[in-house]
């Protein structure tokens, strides 16, 4: 049987097409996927993203056990509140997890990693604890809603507390900040500015429901991934996983090389791999023909296959099909794909494909 989110009830009433996802019971979408996608592209919408767990480490050795665990460096977090996005890697090199973690003190970090992932994730988290001093917290009395859009910043803040809109008015890009239980984090999935925030469970139906009152429509998984492919976002187990590396999804960006001396889980694979001109590269694609690009289908350079789509999908902003894919190095401009035994054309591009509700594609 699949969980369900402390606004599983409130999704059914507002009309949520509720579909299993990562183990829970998740809305697809409140009636059309299509608006609700506009909606975050020109206003405002709010997703239910507590299926997603919340962890807190604490302890006087945090922060080194951290810099180990994370292939990004977390010693680059010097004041608090401020996020850093990493992949958490494993020997091989392969991706374990992809997640944010938030600097609260240098022996107070909080983690958020995937719904379908969880268990697996926490396992992990404790099998690298020899040798370090540190407590691992699922949070799970914690409920998260994200509000992304033009517009969400300012609708969000108006049902908050007075502490949380003065602060939150300020807060950067990629920083949090805490008032009791609520945390709330200028970060999210979909390429608009906007929030995550954390809030006890128990409060989350009546800050929904405010949010509603303010404007804010409610959306489902269905524009949460439209908008995030056009951002060039990554999802796991899709675009990257623990048979692939950071390096070949898209991900460099993610790795933290210096300090030369910092070791973490899988560095001298990637190292090995980072010097490799045959490794697999991860690109951007834009169907310049007839057709919709979806996951797995091949790519070929004339008769060579060269790889395969890993996110595929039509792009309500751009009226067009895009795509991520991994394919071999050397690729050029434009490739084919075969879609139901045909080749089409496609034009090589660099992600995003959208950003703050406008083409990236030139």
Known sequence: MEKQTVLYETHKAM?????????WDMPLHYGSQLEEHHQVRRDA???DVSHMTVVDLKGPQAKPYLRYLLAN??????TTGKALYSCMLNEQG????DLIVYYLSDD????????????KDLAWLEKQT???????????DLAMIAVQGPNARTKALSRMSETLQKAGAELKPFNAIMDGDWFLARTG???????EIMLPGDQAESFWKSLTDAGVAPCGLGARDT??????MNLYGVDMDEETSPLESGLGWAVSWEPEDRDFIGRSVLQAQRSDPEKQRFIGLVLTGRGVLRNHLKLFDGDEPIGEITSGGFAPTLERSIAFARVKSGIGETCEVEIRGKRVSAQVVKPPFVRHGESQLG
């Open 108 to 119: 107070w970090f909080r983690m958020v990693v995937n719904a379908g992932t969880t268990e």
């Open 189 to 195: 999935y979909t390429g608009e500015d906007g929030f």
């Open 45 to 47: 919408g709010m997703f």
């Open 227 to 232: 908008l995030r492919l056009e951002a060039g």
């Open 73 to 78: 460096d977390v010693d680059k977090l010097k």
């Open 94 to 97: 392969g991706v374990v997890d």
């Open 15 to 23: 009309g949520g097409k509720m579909v299993p996802f990562g183990g």
């Open 130 to 140: 020899t040798g370090y001093d540190l407590t691992i917290t699922p949070r799970r």
